[in-house]
């Protein structure tokens, strides 16, 4: 059985603005996927416990699943995670990601054991920020020469958070070498370059896992 790691922010304020946390349709959706095709899902998160939620909306049975399962409230610090056993990553969305996800050394290890190991690493929308401080064993980031979707600097300027998120993610990862590939503001884009699977916004959260389940099939 494929093992699959869901990685969410602990993270919970927004600069100061209002709360956030990771987004729950970019965590449930691509879970439904994966259980769907009968893979093993474990939680992680920077902090460990509940992490905090953003965008949770009660009228969707996936979110409805998601959000009462019970390793939600007591997830593993990704410090403590061994790579071994699993065969992908998702880095899953939401805005507290742009402020613990790039410097977390557990996160950036998953990562890159699962990659070098011949796994799947794959993130949504805000959850490429795990993405900018990768680097393989051979000190090469991991996102450099690939292509890469993430929140686009228009949809941060859109939704009016361009001055308020640390850093803008398009950006940096364009600056680490990653060729971005965009969308139309908020509609669904994934990109898959060898075995990293990104999407640029909600929308894609379903086929960023679609995508996931496709590459470990093949394999």
């Given at each position: 059985?494929?093992?699959?790691?869901?990685?969410l922010?602990?993270?919970d304020?927004?600069?100061?603005?209002?709360?956030?946390?990771?987004?729950?349709?970019?965590?449930a959706h691509?879970?439904r996927?994966?259980r769907e095709?009968?893979?093993a899902?474990?939680?992680?998160?920077?902090?460990?416990?509940?992490p905090?939620?953003?965008?949770?909306?009660?009228?969707?049975p996936?979110?409805?699943?998601?959000?009462?399962?019970?390793?939600?409230?007591?997830t593993?610090?990704?410090?403590?995670?061994?790579?071994?056993?699993?065969?992908?990553?998702?880095?899953?969305?939401?805005?507290?990601?742009m402020?613990?996800?790039?410097?977390?050394?557990?996160?950036a290890?998953?990562g890159r054991?699962?990659?070098?190991?011949?796994?799947?690493v794959?993130?949504?929308c805000?959850g490429?920020?795990?993405?900018?401080?990768?680097?393989?064993?051979?000190?090469?980031?991991?996102?450099?020469?690939?292509?890469v979707s993430?929140?686009t600097?228009a949809?941060?300027e859109?939704?009016?958070?361009?001055?308020?998120v640390?850093?803008?993610?398009?950006?940096t990862?364009?600056e680490?070498?990653?060729?971005?590939?965009a969308?139309?503001?908020?509609?669904?884009?994934?990109?898959?370059?060898?075995?990293?699977?990104?999407?640029?916004?909600?929308?894609?959260?379903?086929?960023?896992?679609?995508?996931?389940?496709?590459?470990?099939?093949?394999h």
């Amino acid at each position: 059985m494929n093992a699959i790691l869901l990685a969410l922010t602990s993270h919970d304020t927004l600069g100061g603005l209002r709360e956030t946390g990771f987004y729950v349709p970019e965590a449930a959706h691509p879970w439904r996927v994966f259980r769907e095709a009968g893979f093993a899902v474990d939680l992680v998160s920077v902090a460990g416990g509940r992490p905090p939620m953003d965008g949770y909306d009660t009228n969707d049975p996936a979110q409805r699943d998601f959000v009462d399962l019970p390793d939600l409230a007591t997830t593993r610090r990704a410090a403590e995670v061994d790579a071994v056993g699993y065969d992908g990553i998702l880095y899953v969305g939401g805005h507290g990601t742009m402020w613990d996800f790039p410097d977390d050394e557990g996160l950036a290890r998953l990562g890159r054991d699962i990659y070098e190991g011949g796994g799947v690493v794959a993130a949504v929308c805000h959850g490429p920020a795990a993405l900018v401080n990768l680097t393989l064993s051979d000190g090469t980031y991991l996102v450099e020469g690939k292509e890469v979707s993430a929140f686009t600097n228009a949809e941060e300027e859109a939704v009016g958070l361009a001055a308020v998120v640390p850093f803008l993610l398009q950006s940096t990862l364009e600056e680490r070498g990653a060729k971005h590939v965009a969308a139309p503001d908020f509609e669904s884009q994934v990109s898959v370059s060898e075995r990293l699977v990104t999407g640029q916004n909600p929308a894609s959260a379903t086929r960023v896992a679609e995508e996931v389940v496709r590459l470990l099939r093949t394999h």
